[in-house]
C-alpha cells in the first residue's frame, strides 16, 4: 500500500468520524476542498465538489449548528443525528477511498463499516455526553457541549486535510476508548 493510498484512507475515516460530531461540517470541508480542487473526487462522487452541493453543505452546516443551542431541540437532533451521522460518514469514506482495483461493492462495504461506523460511535459517544449534561445540569451545560462538539468538528475536518493520518489514529483510539465505555455500561 503505497503513501497516498494511506493518506487517503486516514483522511476518509478522520472525516466521518468528525461527522460524529456535527454532520455537515465535515461534509461542507470536503465541499470546499474538491470545489477548489485540492484534492479530486472518484467520478461517482464529483457531486460533491460542485457549487449547489457546497452552497448546500454551508447552509445545513450553519442551521446545525445554530440548532445545538437552542434546548431541547439539541436532544432532539441527537434522535437523528446518529443515522445522519452514520450516512455522511458512509459516503465520505467513500468519496476518499481509493479506486483502483477494488469493487464499487467492496468499496461500499467498507466505507459503510470504516465511515458509517466511525461516525456513528463518535455520535453515540457525544450523544450519550449531552444526555449527561442535561440530566446533571437540567440543559444549563448543553451549550459547553455543543461548543467543544463545534470547535472538534471543525478542527478535526480542518486537521483531517493536514495531517490526515494523526488525526485518524487520534480519532481510531477516542472510538476504541468509546466502545470500551459502552461496554463497561451494558455489563
Not at 469493487?103 to 466505507?111: D, V
Amino acid at each position: 500500500m503505497d503513501t497516498q493510498t494511506i493518506t487517503s484512507i486516514a483522511m476518509g475515516i478522520a472525516l466521518s468520524a468528525c461527522c460524529g460530531f456535527r454532520v455537515f461540517i465535515p461534509m461542507l470541508g470536503a465541499s470546499v476542498a474538491a470545489y477548489a480542487h485540492w484534492f479530486s473526487l472518484p467520478a461517482d462522487m464529483s457531486w460533491m465538489g460542485s457549487l449547489p452541493a457546497l452552497i448546500c453543505f454551508g447552509t445545513a452546516a450553519v442551521l446545525e449548528i445554530a440548532a445545538y443551542y437552542i434546548p431541547f431541540v439539541d436532544n432532539l437532533l441527537d434522535t437523528i443525528a446518529t443515522p445522519l451521522a452514520a450516512v455522511a460518514g458512509t459516503v465520505l469514506a467513500a468519496s476518499f477511498l481509493p479506486v483502483g482495483d477494488v469493487s464499487p461493492m467492496l468499496k461500499w462495504i467498507l466505507a459503510i463499516i470504516a465511515g458509517g461506523g466511525a461516525a456513528a460511535t463518535v455520535q453515540t459517544g457525544t450523544g450519550l455526553l449531552r444526555l449527561a449534561s442535561t440530566k446533571t445540569t437540567a440543559g444549563a451545560g448543553n451549550q459547553f457541549v455543543a461548543t467543544g462538539e463545534n470547535a472538534l468538528a471543525v478542527s478535526g475536518t480542518v486537521l483531517s486535510f493536514v495531517a490526515p493520518v494523526v488525526i485518524a489514529v487520534i480519532f481510531l483510539l477516542l472510538i476504541g476508548w468509546i466502545i470500551r465505555k459502552l461496554i463497561k455500561k451494558l455489563l
